[in-house]
């Protein structure tokens, strides 16, 4: 039996206004694993970071090495005890994440430094 000529073009239209819904959904997801990369690289640079200042490497040392691992980051480091902790802080990767102010934050302690 055929359709009513009324509903021509009901899929089409359908299909139109699910599509950029879909798009935006898949754009989100993918920038959420973009920040999830980003965090874990900011995480291994903390912890690197606070293995050279342990080492007794200068706090300049410690920023170049920040700096090769994942370019711009705010760094601020903390003795606690027999500890050198560091801390790394880095806007979005992410273009549509960095626009609302999401920053990214990672920190690691380290044994040694006892000065």
Do not use: K, N, W, Y
């Amino acid at each position: 039996m055929p359709s009513p000529s009324g509903d021509r073009g009901t899929v089409t239209a359908e299909f139109a206004a699910v599509v950029p819904a879909v798009l935006l959904v898949l754009a989100l997801c993918l920038g959420a694993v973009q920040v999830s990369g980003q965090q874990m690289r900011l995480t291994a640079a903390a912890a690197a970071a606070a293995r050279s200042l342990a080492r007794g490497d200068g706090d300049e040392s410690a920023a170049g090495l920040v700096r090769r691992l994942v370019g711009a980051a705010s760094m601020s480091t903390e003795r606690q005890g027999e500890f050198v902790c560091v801390r790394l802080r880095a806007p979005s990767a992410f273009g549509a994440f960095a626009t609302f102010g999401v920053t990214v934050t990672a920190g690691s302690c380290a044994l040694g430094g006892g000065g």
